[in-house]
């Protein structure tokens, strides 16, 4: 089975404060991707990634950077965590053959 | 990005029934994909459908790749208080290959909420 993990599960986060988001793949996937998800608003794309040290940005990239520096990691920053940055945050991988599977969510609360 | 409609949006429903949902676009997709999520969970992949007209079973859902290639349904047959959650449908333009410039990007429905009256 795909595993997908995400270092937290919860983060309550200030104002101004440089957020971390780790994500770990087991599966040796190309393609990793960290969404955001809002009542309402569905899964909405920040930024994806199809190869190590190579990023794209998706839908809502504003305020967020990443990186991938190795195949099975991928990391999403906010550089200067704001209020309207509280959300669900979704991690996922895809590969040949193997479509998207999500790790189990971060819920970031920033005060 | 663009969305898959997605209806109903919410539904209340009485253990035992059937649940009926689905997707339509605009655009052909070349995959359909079911997910289902759990409250405080990550969604978690169901069924992956990959040729039109293609009818594909996981234990009591069924998922069916609409003719069309522009739509898709899911039904959940005699349904259980642990099949609440919220299903969401995704659609993917380039077939069983995610790899490969342009060919990663999934385009997601907003979900249907299912609630399981006991």
């Known amino acids: 089975d795909v595993k997908v993990t995400q270092s937290s599960r919860y983060l309550v986060k200030r104002t101004g404060e440089k957020v971390f988001l780790e994500c770990v793949q087991d599966?040796?996937?190309?393609?990793m991707f960290w969404y955001r998800q809002d009542p309402g608003l569905g899964l909405r794309l920040i930024y994806f990634?199809?190869?190590?040290?190579?990023?794209e940005k998706g839908d809502i990239p504003e305020g967020y950077s990443v990186s991938r520096e190795k195949k099975e990691r991928f990391s999403l920053i906010l550089e200067s965590a704001s209020t309207n940055q509280t959300s669900m945050y979704l991690c996922?991988?895809?590969?040949?053959?193997?479509?998207?599977?999500f790790g189990n969510g971060t819920r970031l609360t920033v005060t | 990005g663009q969305q898959l409609n997605q209806s109903p949006q919410s539904m209340f429903i009485q253990e035992g029934e059937d649940v009926s949902m689905n997707c339509t676009s605009s655009s052909i997709f070349n995959t359909w994909l079911w997910y289902k999520q759990d409250p405080g969970e990550g969604p978690v992949l169901l069924i992956a459908?990959?040729?039109?007209?293609e009818l594909t079973s996981n234990g009591r859902l069924t998922a069916q790749f609409g003719i069309t290639r522009k739509d898709s349904f899911l039904n959940i047959s005699a349904s259980i208080p642990s099949d609440v959650g919220i299903y969401f449908c995704?659609?993917?333009?380039?077939?069983?290959?995610?790899?490969?410039?342009?060919?990663?990007?999934?385009?997601f429905g907003k979900g249907t909420k299912l609630s399981v009256i006991p």
């Open positions: 599966m040796d996937h190309e393609n």
């Open positions: 996922a991988s895809s590969g040949y053959n193997s479509p998207l599977h």
């Open positions: 459908l990959y040729k039109a007209g």
């Open positions: 995704a659609g993917h333009r380039k077939g069983r290959s995610y790899s490969g410039a342009g060919s990663y990007q999934l385009t």
């Open positions: 990634s199809y190869d190590v040290k190579m990023k």
